[in-house]
């Protein structure tokens, strides 16, 4: 059974159907994404340009345009595409979904906010922002020149970016792994068991900061980029102008690795007092109270 609805104004519709797929294809404007325990809602506060097409087959919801597929936005053609849709094309879509739905966004320069959400996430976009919080599922999140911005994330987060920046909040994924050209990477890990984080980039900074004690075996590399180490415990060494940080921290049970070619490497340490547990209580890679101020590196003294 499918049911079809074309939204040319402002509306909302709801779905009595159980929905526990959603794919929304937009050009530019707003997607909001929240989980919900209700039925599946949709609401269209603004639209300028050709009308929305929206489609319920079974348990899934299609919000897109009518000559829009979900290939023309794989992330690393989407803005070749671009010259594709002329016509002036604005929405701003907000849908509330079960928590359990799997979600598959793509966007030119809409920006999107996907909150409490357990099932798989996937994200594309162009030059619109990205915002993820407190997701549980499997994450990944590409775009080209738009922000990557991650909080509380708990499922496995895998992000690319070419000059787009890359900030993660109170990380508690198990697996992390990043990458990009130019886009500067701040990361905030705030996990209790053993993490896995693998950062990559060209040229642009890359700054981490995990509570003290913690445990992990970090390797971080740069070519020709400045580094910053604020663990006694590690080891910074190098030859004809690259760096390495290395060594082991506490049993060394997590993971951290940074590639860099001429970016910046930081390593900072979120100070023991920041920390509720006992100071003899060991804490793994990127554990932090779930208060933790916002970081400030410019007060973190260089290594």
Not at 8 to 31: M, N, Y
Not at 100 to 127: K, N, Q
Not at 169 to 187: C, P, W, Y
Request: glycine share 8%; aromatic share 4%; with cysteine.
């Amino acid at each position: 059974m499918s049911e079809t609805w074309t939204i040319d104004v402002p509306q909302t519709v709801s779905f009595e159907q159980p929905v526990t797929r959603l794919r929304v294809r937009t050009i530019a404007g707003a997607v909001n994404v929240v989980a919900t325990e209700g039925p599946a809602r949709l609401e269209v506060t603004e639209i300028d340009g050709p009308p929305l097409l929206v489609t319920l087959a079974g348990d899934e919801l299609t919000v897109t345009y009518e000559d829009l597929t979900w290939k023309d936005f794989h992330w690393q053609s989407l803005s070749k595409a671009i010259d594709k849709w002329r016509t002036k094309r604005r929405a701003v879509v907000s849908l509330a979904v079960p928590a359990g739905t799997r979600i598959e966004l793509g966007s030119v320069s809409s920006d999107a906010v996907i909150s409490g959400v357990t099932a798989p996430v996937t994200v594309h976009s162009a030059s619109g922002g990205i915002t993820l919080v407190r997701l549980a599922g499997t994450v990944e999140a590409n775009t080209v020149t738009g922000s990557i911005q991650a909080q509380s994330v708990s499922g496995d987060l895998r992000a690319t970016t070419v000059s787009g920046e890359f900030t993660v909040f109170e990380g508690t994924s198990r697996k992390l792994k990043a990458n990009s050209v130019s886009g500067a990477m701040t990361v905030d890990l705030a996990h209790d068991n053993a993490t896995d984080v693998n950062l990559t980039n060209v040229s642009g900074e890359v700054a981490v900061r995990i509570p003290a004690p913690t445990d992990a075996q970090v390797q971080a590399n740069t070519t020709s980029g400045h580094v910053s180490n604020a663990f006694d415990q590690l080891r910074v060494g190098g030859s004809w102008g690259s760096k390495q940080i290395t060594g082991t921290l506490g049993k060394g049970t997590g993971r951290l690795k940074i590639t860099t070619i001429s970016g910046a490497v930081a390593l900072l340490c979120r100070p023991s007092a920041e920390d509720d547990a006992p100071a003899d209580a060991p804490r793994a890679l990127g554990s932090a109270p779930s208060d933790a101020a916002p970081l400030d590196f410019s007060k973190e003294d260089q290594a």
